[in-house]
Each structure stands twice: as structure tokens, then as C-alpha cells.
T-cell receptor, first 114, second 112 residues
């Protein structure tokens, strides 16, 4: 158990819909990262938040947005969903400035868009 | 930008050694990591190596880093069927604010 909690584990929805994925980082971790894993793209970095502020942005579509709340949990909002958005979405957290810089991953939220 | 490449498949017999290779492009990488993903699970950190090291050994795992060639390898000694999984190489750049760039993963299959 990494200590990172993601909900929901599975989600099935239709094209055009909007969903919200939630992540609770490990206790004490200030940084939260979102990654998308798909068969064709592999693990793609989407976005990072640190203590409520956006820190780095990767290959995140404009239809997607994220935020980190004062209690440090984070949400990833996916809107106007397309078939190609079907993927496993991982949240990870880390201790900023930690010696090893490792990321601790949740078990992921599997999104299926029909 | 940063890029990390791995071979996609590796098949070995139980008891043999497995070697998974990875190349990366970011010369400012500070740490390099090996993560393991089992079916239906998240990524689990196996080991990491700091960029000023050449080798790190941790029980059955040996990591070799050739910084000049930007080549990283993971050797698993006495590979077991429970080692069957996807193995990801990842690098942390010097200016990436902590985000990791992952390779596409190597699917390791261990045959009895």
C-alpha cells in the first residue's frame, strides 16, 4: 500500500460526458502528479501541483483540468469525453525536496468511454 | 524534451537472470528509477540510482548506469514467475520540479 488513494477505481461513461477523479496523497506529501496510461501513449505526465499551486504541466488536453485543495487532495476533471480518453489515470505524490525524489503511485482510476 | 526508451518484451526461463535495458536523453537527469507494475495495480518503486553512481545492488536487483552513453539497465537474478510484470524505467531531470519521465515499459514474462 503506497498510501496514495484514488477514487473511483473504475468508471464507465459516454462520450461528451464529464467526470472527476479524486486523489488523496500520502500523509505529509505536498506534491501531487497526474499521469495517463494508455496502450498507445504509455505513461504520460499530465500535470503537477505543489501545495495548492500548479507546478508543471505536461501533455494535458484543454478539456482536462486539475486542482489541489487546501487539504492537499487533488481532483482531475475530464470533460467532453472522447473514446480516446479511455485510459488508466494515476495519481502520485512525493515529498518535495526529498532525497530520492521517488513518486508514490495510487492504484489508478480506469476510465472507459463508450 | 526528455525521452526514455525501452525494449517492449523480454522472456526468460525461471531461475535465469533477466536484464532490462533503458536509454534516456536528458543529460541533466539526477535520479533514475525502476518501477514495477503488476496487472491491475499501480506502479511500485523497485530501486533507484543517483546519477553520480555507476552501480547499485539491492538483493536480487542490480542497476548499472552508464552516464556517458545514457544507458541504464536492471538485472534481476534468479528470476521467478512472480517477477512477471511490466518494468518501467524513469528519469528525473534537473529542472523538472520532480516530475518523472517514463519509458514505455518492458513486459517481462517468466516461464517455468
Amino acid at each position: 500500500d503506497s498510501g496514495v488513494t484514488q477514487t473511483p477505481k473504475h468508471l464507465i461513461t459516454a462520450t461528451g460526458q464529464r467526470v472527476t477523479l479524486r486523489c488523496s496523497p500520502r500523509s505529509g506529501d505536498l506534491s501531487v502528479y497526474w499521469y495517463q496510461q494508455s496502450l498507445d501513449q504509455g505513461l504520460q505526465f499530465l500535470i503537477q501541483y505543489y501545495n495548492g499551486e500548479e507546478r508543471a504541466k505536461g501533455n494535458i488536453l484543454e478539456r482536462f483540468s486539475a486542482q489541489q485543495f487546501p487539504d492537499l487532495h487533488s481532483e482531475l476533471n475530464l470533460s467532453s469525453l472522447e473514446l480516446g480518453d479511455s485510459a488508466l489515470y494515476f495519481c502520485a505524490s512525493s515529498v518535495e525536496g526529498g532525497n530520492t525524489g521517488e513518486l508514490f503511485f495510487g492504484e489508478g482510476s480506469r476510465l472507459t468511454v463508450l | 524534451g526528455e525521452d526514455v526508451e525501452q525494449s517492449l518484451f523480454l522472456s526468460v526461463r525461471e531461475g535465469d537472470s533477466s536484464v532490462i535495458n533503458c536509454t534516456y536523453t536528458d543529460s541533466s537527469s539526477t535520479y533514475l528509477y525502476w518501477y514495477k507494475q503488476e496487472p491491475g495495480a499501480g506502479l511500485q518503486l523497485l530501486t533507484y540510482i543517483f546519477s553520480n553512481m555507476d552501480m547499485k545492488q539491492d538483493q536480487r536487483l542490480t542497476v548499472l548506469l552508464n552516464k556517458k552513453d545514457k544507458h541504464l539497465s536492471l538485472r534481476i537474478a534468479d528470476t521467478q514467475t512472480g517477477d512477471s510484470a511490466i518494468y518501467f524505467c524513469a528519469e528525473r531531470g534537473g529542472t523538472s520540479y520532480g516530475k518523472l519521465t517514463f519509458g514505455q515499459g518492458t513486459i517481462l514474462t517468466v516461464h517455468p
